[in-house]
């Protein structure tokens, strides 16, 4: 069974920096482009950034570009997303979703992690 | 604003059959990337509805469907049952956004 687990989400003030982390089981997880996706209280789904499957390529949207920084460990089947300078605009839910080949549908979701930018 | 356009809320009374729109552009859609939908309920994280335009994963149930034409694509559910409340949205990619991610802004499907 397919399964994303995200941690690393809580307070932090402007400015701060945190470092989310999606464990991921049940599927060879080197073989697969991974996001985060992320949605503000109330808000829809905004896609923040992308890593292919040896995570030689990323992608980044504009609103984060420069500030947070994807990454993976395929040894140990761990997506992050170090996330710096943080700023209230970018207290969100957070999720690690798998593309299921590479520019294609997000056919599997985490539970998602919190994270909250506030003084 | 996102670059995919959906209505914010539909309605529609247990039975019935309701369609959502999502419409893009040249650079998305109209470029021939693929549509996938995603059902959100509740407090709960999305799940994959619909992917490539019109193909169900297993499980979900054949009330849902999606088509794509043009620059624009649709998802219908027929026989809306209470358990359809949610909120549901599109996602495709953009050419002009160096091949990036893209959702719609999402629908609030209300079950009368």
């Known amino acids: 069974e397919v399964q994303l687990v995200e941690s690393g989400g809580g307070l932090v003030q402007p400015g701060g920096s945190l470092r989310l982390s999606c464990a991921a089981s049940g599927f060879t997880f080197s073989s697969y482009w991974m996001h985060w996706v992320r949605q503000a209280p109330g808000k829809g789904l905004v896609w923040v950034s992308r890593i292919n499957g040896d995570g030689s390529s990323t992608s980044y949207a504009d609103s984060v570009k420069g500030r947070f920084t994807i990454s993976r460990d395929n040894a140990k089947n761990t997506l992050f997303l170090q996330m710096n300078s943080l700023r209230a605009e970018d207290t969100a839910v957070y999720y690690c979703t798998r593309d299921s080949h590479g520019l294609g549908d997000h056919d599997y979701w985490g539970q998602g992690t919190l994270v909250t930018v506030s003084s | 604003q996102s670059v995919l356009t959906q209505p914010p809320s539909v309605s529609g009374a247990p039975g019935q059959r309701v369609t959502i729109s999502c419409t893009g552009s040249s650079s998305n859609i109209g470029a021939g990337y693929d549509v996938h939908w995603y059902q959100q309920l509740p407090g709960t994280a999305p799940k994959l509805l619909i992917y490539?335009?019109?193909n169900r994963p297993s499980g979900v149930p054949d009330r849902f469907s999606g088509s794509k034409s043009g620059t624009s694509a649709s998802l219908a559910i027929t026989g809306l049952q209470a358990e359809d409340e949610a909120d549901y949205y599109c996602q495709s990619y953009d050419t002009s956004l160096s091949g990036r991610v893209v959702f719609g802004g999402g629908t609030k499907l209300t079950v009368l």
């Open positions: 490539g335009n019109s």
